[in-house]
């Protein structure tokens, strides 16, 4: 699971940093300057590196990174409600939001 939702990290996150269109179109539409994009990126690789070293050697950095995961998330929600984007740009950083939340549990519980 925690794989999983790493990957799903390292494509939004590859997405941001090389800019592509797709990504950017969402960028534009939220009024998000180019460097925090690129910086919320680089942060998504980042945890998603601290997931798979995590879940692999140091479930509490697992943990950290999904819980840190959860915080970004509730941001990204926040930027698509300011910009009035609530259906459907809201809802991939929710299920994610929730995802990860569930991911720091299942860590906590079976493998910390």
């Not at 592509?20 to 180019?34: H, K, T």
């Not at 910086?39 to 980042?46: P, R």
């Not at 926040?78 to 299920?95: K, Q, S, Y």
Request: net charge neutral.
């Amino acid at each position: 699971f925690t794989l999983l939702l790493a990957l799903v990290f390292v494509l939004a996150g590859m997405a941001r940093v090389q800019g592509l269109s797709a990504s950017d179109v969402v960028r534009v539409r939220l009024g998000l300057p180019l460097l925090l994009w690129r910086f919320v990126g680089v942060v998504e690789l980042t945890g998603a590196l601290g997931l798979v070293v995590g879940v692999i050697a140091v479930p509490e950095l697992a943990v950290a990174a999904a819980v840190g995961f959860v915080l970004l998330m509730v941001g990204a929600v926040a930027v698509h409600l300011r910009a009035g984007d609530l259906r459907p740009g809201a809802v991939p950083p929710t299920v994610l939001g929730l995802l990860s939340g569930l991911d720091a549990w299942l860590v906590q519980a079976f493998v910390g």
